[in-house]
């Protein structure tokens, strides 16, 4: 009796075991913790890399760039995962599930794609770290990876926080596919 016993738990855990890892690993590969995307100039050379990371309150972003023009710049998550040289007009326009104006300092916004401005030192480097609250690495409608994936965008110029549609950012310098 106790031998069947035995046997019977030991198929109850292993059949746990079984179904919590088909269950789990499909989620894990759905929603990774982190996302490194390179980073493109508009002559499609690489300029560094940006990794997404899930925090409590958004997807933290650390920029690990070079070869960029001094100075403060924007940085936007665009709708497509299209980075198209030399323009990359084909990233579209900010990521807007919700439909609201841009800029962090809009009442009536922000883009789920709006992000804070980073610096770029007088040397082309910026190793900043932002946080985008708007978005997420996980499913849903501010996923990053809705569709076919985003795109991340550098502007030649800071983001005034408030102008629609892109904040009086400038051209697109530098564009990265999220994908997973």
Not at 3 to 26: C, D, H
Not at 27 to 40: E, G, M, R
Not at 46 to 65: F, M, P, W, Y
Not at 137 to 158: C, I, M, N, Q, R
Request: net charge positive.
């Amino acid at each position: 009796m106790q031998i069947k016993t035995k046997t019977s738990m030991m198929l109850k855990l292993g059949f746990i075991a079984i179904t919590a890892f088909v269950v789990l690993v499909p989620a894990l590969a759905k929603n990774p913790k982190s996302v490194t995307v390179t980073v493109q100039n508009s002559s499609g050379q690489k300029v560094g890399t940006a990794t997404l990371s899930q925090v409590a309150k958004g997807v933290k972003i650390e920029l690990n760039l070079h070869d960029l023009i001094p100075g403060e710049h924007a940085i936007h998550i665009h709708q497509n995962a299209k980075c198209d040289v030399p323009d990359f007009k084909t990233a579209g326009g900010h990521f807007n599930p919700d439909n609201k104006h841009h800029g962090l300092q809009n009442p009536e916004g922000p883009h789920a794609g709006d992000i804070p401005n980073f610096i770029v030192t007088v040397n082309g480097k910026s190793k900043a770290t932002v946080i985008a609250t708007g978005i997420t690495l996980s499913e849903g409608p501010h996923s990053v990876f809705t569709g076919d994936g985003t795109a991340l965008v550098v502007h030649a110029k800071p983001d005034d926080g408030k102008t629609d549609p892109a904040g009086n950012a400038g051209d697109r310098v530098a564009c990265g596919l999220i994908v997973k």
